[in-house]
């Protein structure tokens, strides 16, 4: 599966952006799919994920701001964010697997590209 994510930008704290992965192949909906981010000088970070099923999990920095969603019609996955904070800048990355919705980095199979979300204080 391949997948395109797009959506980031500048945004002031407080404001949201909604990113989009765009993904490629007729199996999309058997996939789990997760956002990571990864900030300069940082590793890569769990964010989000959702089962093949719908059910979410969010990490506990973004829960309550970040919410992750599915279009299984459209081959797309959506991260919405709200109330942005100086510290939810990084690059954004989708990716995917076939395995139970997880948090490790590694047991993702399929990355997007990335997109560049930058919150101005």
């Known amino acids: 599966v391949q997948l395109q994510a797009s959506g980031g930008g500048l945004v002031q704290a407080g404001g949201s952006l909604r990113l989009s992965c765009a993904a490629s192949?007729?199996?999309?909906?058997?996939?789990?799919m997760g956002w990571f981010r990864q900030a300069p000088g940082k590793g890569r970070e769990f964010v989000a994920a959702?089962?093949?099923?719908?059910?979410?999990y969010h990490a506990d920095s973004v829960k309550g701001r970040f919410t992750i969603s599915r279009d299984n019609a459209k081959n797309t996955v959506y991260l919405q964010m709200n109330s942005l904070k100086a510290e939810d800048t990084a690059v954004y990355y989708c990716?995917?697997?076939?395995?139970?919705?997880?948090?490790?980095?590694?047991?993702?199979?399929?990355w997007g590209q990335g997109t560049q979300v930058t919150v101005s204080s």
């Open positions: 990716a995917a697997t076939l395995k139970v919705p997880t948090t490790l980095v590694a047991r993702y199979d399929y």
């Open positions: 192949g007729r199996t999309f909906s058997s996939y789990t």
């Open positions: 959702i089962s093949w099923s719908g059910s979410s």
